[in-house]
Nanobody
Framework: QVQLVESGGGLVQPGGSLRLSCAAK????????IGWFRQAPGKEREGILC????????YYLDSVKGRFTISRDNAKDTVYLQINSLKPEDTAVYYC??????????????????WGQGTQVTVSA
C-alpha cells in the first residue's frame, strides 16, 4: 500500500523555523515528483512548492519565496520543506503529495494521486 507520512510540524513562535519531512511507505520517493501543500482553517488547500524527478524545484506560491525551500535526500528517500521566518499566517496543516509525473503538475489535488495525512504547523507567540 502506497503511503506518505509527514512529520516535523509543531508550535513555533513567529520568526522561528521548522523543517517538515515527507517519507514514503510502500514505494520509493526518489522516483516521484513531490509537492507540498497547506490548508489553513476555513481556507482552500494551496500548493506551495514542488520538486520534480530531476530535483528541480518550482514554486506554486510566490509569496513564500525567500522563506520556504524544498529539497530531497535520496539516501534517506525523504523530501523536506524548510520554513524560515515563520508568520502567524503560515499556520496550517501541511501536506506532501506524490505523482509519478516527471515534472511538476498543476497545483491541484487531481495532479497528485498520493497524499499524506498532514502535519500541523501553528505559529503563535
Amino acid at each position: 500500500q502506497v503511503q506518505l507520512v509527514e512529520s516535523g510540524g509543531g508550535l513555533v513562535q513567529p520568526g522561528g523555523s521548522l523543517r517538515l519531512s515527507c517519507a514514503a511507505k510502500g514505494f520509493t520517493l526518489n522516483y516521484y515528483t513531490i509537492g507540498w501543500f497547506r490548508q489553513a482553517p476555513g481556507k482552500e488547500r494551496e500548493g506551495i512548492l514542488c520538486i520534480n524527478r530531476r530535483d528541480i524545484a518550482a514554486y506554486y506560491l510566490d509569496s513564500v519565496k525567500g522563506r520556504f525551500t524544498i529539497s530531497r535526500d535520496n539516501a534517506k528517500d525523504t523530501v523536506y520543506l524548510q520554513i524560515n521566518s515563520l508568520k502567524p499566517e503560515d499556520t496550517a496543516v501541511y501536506y506532501c503529495a506524490a505523482t509519478p509525473n516527471y515534472y511538476c503538475p498543476a497545483a491541484s489535488r487531481s495532479g497528485y494521486p498520493n497524499w499524506g495525512q498532514g502535519t500541523q504547523v501553528t505559529v503563535s507567540a
